[in-house]
């Protein structure tokens, strides 16, 4: 494998691109530099180190795979030819042809990778008859032929098998020729005339693929470049046209733009801009490699002037082929937000690696989707054999991006999914199953309402209302949705099988004789009202609180005993913003009234005495499926007990109680309290001891009785 970084190691210079690509000027036509050409290789090597370049044996195969189905096809169209009563001039000059198309036409294919291709033939070979079905028993026939598949209801009708274990996707097109000439140009408009709809689709791809092949200034920079930038985006979860996010042609148009802009950059620097553009592109302006051809046959072309649906496109990328259109419709708000973020933190990392302060490892690190989200759709699909399962699962995954709109708009956008783009199987299970998941939260921006919950069960009603319409739907194929906390997921979703330990975060509820006093503050001496504690309080509280942080290593947009007004809810279900403090992060408050400040050597005392530390968040992750009160922080002793009565009024209210000898309700309000009048005689016998029943930790807390997908707390 030879690149520009090699030649220029070689002592071979390279050529300058000066000619103008694309629909504006290059941002910058500087060449590289020796470190360009340092980090170059690099980069390079570790995408081989990765596995993502097939070897040569396997190479020789797919042409000879190419080269035999070639064969087939043309013998196929002259046997229809015969069947119909051609004469035999005729038979003899009819030919049908294979033309390949993305990751293989494009060069950045790896292992294991299926060759995308199409069969072009002449205006008396149909598809539904000759196509689906004299081609389709040709090759059941075929000892080499294996998991025949055809998918003649897609939006692209396609066939799909193995021949000689090299996965085939093999689209038709029926041109408007009585001869297939052998040397077809398929790139002139001229080919599109009187052909129908699916032909041209069909054809899209091929003149795509060729397009961009043309429209870029280097193509080895162009392969390497978008190589790396698929194995990112597979590692990041964001690669995956049907369930929302960006296909293979979506990210090759990227990063055709890239090249275009930077003409003479090396792929480390091609990888590095990518980041730098999106992640501050102004979505939906579009991403076009040349002006939109109106061409001359009527077809339409994507233009939000004149089609009001072109208007709703979140993340248009235009292909740059005749008929031009929006290559990335199934964008969402919800995979648009994720892809956003992921291209901020991969800029953030390019910026350090810039610096040679990181490796190229870091960027590709895989993104912990089961770990990353409170509350998780699981939906589980079953099928009886494997042809009926490999239908089922292709419908039931095509359907998956309606539920991600349909969540979307039913929460008028308050609550926002990340779809899982890889199916899950548990293999200690028998019989056909998969699962594919989806990550919930809250809306960025969103204010947070004491009491709200997302109730989701129509929306989901209707989505195994849409998937259960399936046209071929046999007994045995069947659907389970159902709503998963993070602390109950499967096993088999995590790698090895293993769920992973969460680290601390949050505040750690500590008891009072682990605290020194030297390093403690008297929770006395601080000014207090009959409300609760004051701002002036809580920012005497967060110097100290800090340094507690650090050792637990707490979010930096989290303090104890006070957060900021940006920061998000730690254990998702509490209001953010300094007038709400909720139990599970208030000030550390012990039983002698004394005021937790932090430092190395509180927390040795505590290791020594083997205390339990923990965090607030795996705490509240112990309780079985609780939504938590908020706890204000102007609530007087009243105020609270009214809170308590107005859950036991449901009949699913419980007190929690964590720690003798400790409590974390905010101090003003914590020495108002008096379990034994407020709260009743069992709460004081649960604590056990006198200074314990002053200052128990406890928190008003709702059961949910919701077994499957129902009301879901406040993320």
């Known amino acids: 494998m030879v690149t520009a970084a090699l030649m220029a190691a070689s002592g071979q210079t390279i050529e300058k691109v000066s000619q103008h690509l694309g629909v504006t000027e290059p941002i910058s036509i500087a060449g590289p530099a020796d470190a360009d050409f340092v980090k170059t290789r690099k980069l390079e090597k570790f995408l081989v180190s990765a596995g993502l370049y097939e070897n040569q044996d396997e190479a020789v195969l797919r042409e000879e795979v190419l080269g035999r189905l070639d064969q087939i096809v043309k013998l196929w169209v002259k046997q229809i030819s015969r069947n119909k009563g051609f004469s035999d001039q005729l038979v003899l000059e009819a030919n049908a042809k294979i033309f390949t198309f993305g990751s293989y036409r494009l060069g950045v294919h790896g292992p294991g990778a299926d060759i995308d291709t199409l069969c072009i033939g002449p205006r008396h070979a149909s598809r539904e008859e000759d196509f689906f079905v004299e081609l389709h028993t040709i090759l059941a026939d075929m000892q080499e032929v294996t998991e025949l598949h055809p998918v003649t209801d897609a939006h692209v009708p396609v066939m799909k098998f193995k021949f000689n274990g090299i996965s085939i996707d093999l689209l038709y097109a029926r041109l408007a020729l009585w001869v297939i000439p052998e040397d077809l140009d398929i790139s002139q408009e001229s080919i599109l005339r009187n052909i129908d709809e699916q ?336 701002d002036e309080d809580l920012e005497d509280i967060s110097g100290g609180a800090e340094r507690l942080k650090r050792k637990f290593q707490t979010p930096d947009d989290v303090v104890l005993g006070k957060r900021h007004h940006s920061s998000p809810s730690m254990n998702g279900r509490l209001n953010s913003g300094d007038e709400n403090i909720a139990a599970s992060h208030s000030p550390l408050v012990t039983s002698n009234k004394q005021l937790v400040m932090g430092g190395e050597e509180v927390l040795e005392n505590i290791m020594k005495q083997g205390l339990e530390v923990y965090s607030a968040e795996e705490e509240l992750e112990a309780l079985n499926e609780v939504s938590t009160s908020v706890l204000r922080r102007d609530d007087s002793a009243e105020q609270l007990h009214s809170k308590f009565e107005q859950e036991s009024d449901r009949g699913q209210s419980r007190l929690s109680v964590l720690t003798s000898g400790s409590c974390s309700f905010p101090n003003g309000v914590g020495d108002e309290l008096e379990p034994t009048t407020a709260f009743g005689g069992p709460l004081a016998g649960a604590v056990g001891n006198t200074d314990s029943q002053r200052k128990p930790v406890i928190r008003l807390s709702l059961a949910s009785t919701s077994s499957a997908v129902g009301a879901l707390d406040v993320f």
């Open 199 to 534: 032909s041209v689709r069909s054809l899209n791809g091929c003149r795509v693929t060729d397009q961009i092949l043309r429209l870029v200034p280097n193509i080895q920079h162009f392969r390497t470049t978008l190589r790396c930038l698929k194995y990112w985006a597979k590692r990041r979860g964001v690669y995956s046209n049907v369930t929302g996010f960006l296909g293979g042609v979506n990210w090759a148009l990227l990063v055709a733009r890239i090249c275009q802009l930077y003409p003479n950059a090396v792929p480390s620097t091609l990888v590095s801009r990518f980041f730098r553009v999106y992640t501050q592109w102004r979505w939906p302006n579009p991403v076009m490699l040349c002006a939109i051809d109106e061409g001359t046959l009527g077809l339409p072309v994507w233009d939000p002037r004149k089609n009001p649906r072109d208007r709703m496109h979140l993340m248009p990328i235009i292909t740059p082929a005749y008929p031009c259109m929006n290559s990335s419709y199934n964008v969402s708000l919800s995979t648009l937000r994720v892809m956003m973020e992921e291209f901020q933190r991969a800029n953030e990392i390019c910026e350090t690696l810039e610096t040679n302060k990181a490796e190229w490892n870091v960027l590709f690190e895989a993104y912990p989707f089961f770990e990353a989200y409170k509350n998780y759709l699981q939906i589980e699909i079953n099928a009886l054999d494997d042809d009926d399962f490999r239908k089922w699962k292709g419908w039931v995954e095509s359907r998956l991006r309606q539920l991600t709109l349909k969540i979307e708009k039913h929460t008028y956008g308050m609550l926002q999914c990340h779809p899982y783009p890889c199916e899950v199987v548990d293999d200690s299970r028998k019989g056909r199953h998969c699962a594919f998941f989806m990550g919930l939260q809250r809306s960025q921006g969103v204010p947070q309402q004491e009491g709200q919950q997302f109730d989701i069960r129509a929306t989901v009603d209707e989505f195994r209302h849409s998937v259960n319409m399936y046209m071929l739907w046999k007994p045995g194929m069947e659907l389970h949705v159902s709503h998963v906390r993070r602390k109950s997921l499967p096993t088999y979703v995590f790698a090895g099988g293993v769920r992973p330990v969460r680290p601390l975060r949050s505040s750690a509820v500590i008891s009072k004789s682990a605290l020194r006093p030297t390093l403690s503050h008297s929770v006395s001496q601080l000014p207090k009202s009959d409300s609760g504690i004051t």
